[in-house]
């Protein structure tokens, strides 16, 4: 655990340290392992910069979707918005993480 709290905060320095990124890159039906290994099973990840969708339908379904995650992570950094994303999670299931509430409401079309 403590080598955790250092590795945050290691992670922390560099990203307050470096530029932001204004490019990200889409990914189409890369890592079909990664998608299936998610107990979730998404059909697609965000993993900044990269955009990663299971398929073709997938990437029209969730592009909005998934650009508004990397909107949210533009504006609190990369490493904030994972351990955020990672502790909403825990704490009030993938259904109910505000970070995905509000990337739904403001995607047009929700997951699922
Ligand atoms: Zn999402």
Do not use: C
């Amino acid at each position: 655990m403590g080598y955790l709290i250092l590795i945050v905060l290691a992670l922390l320095v560099i990203q307050f340290g470096s530029m932001r990124l204004e490019k990200f890159y889409i990914r189409v039906g890369i890592f079909p392992w990664l998608f299936r290994l998610m107990p979730n099973k998404p059909l697609a990840i965000t993993l900044y910069p990269f955009i990663l969708f299971r398929d073709k339908s997938a990437q029209k379904l969730l592009m909005d979707h998934e650009m508004r995650h990397i909107r949210q992570i533009r504006k609190k950094g990369v490493v904030v918005f994972y351990v955020k994303y990672l502790y909403f999670n825990i704490r009030y299931g993938y259904e109910n993480n505000p970070l995905e509430i509000e990337a739904r409401k403001h995607s047009g079309r929700g997951e699922k």
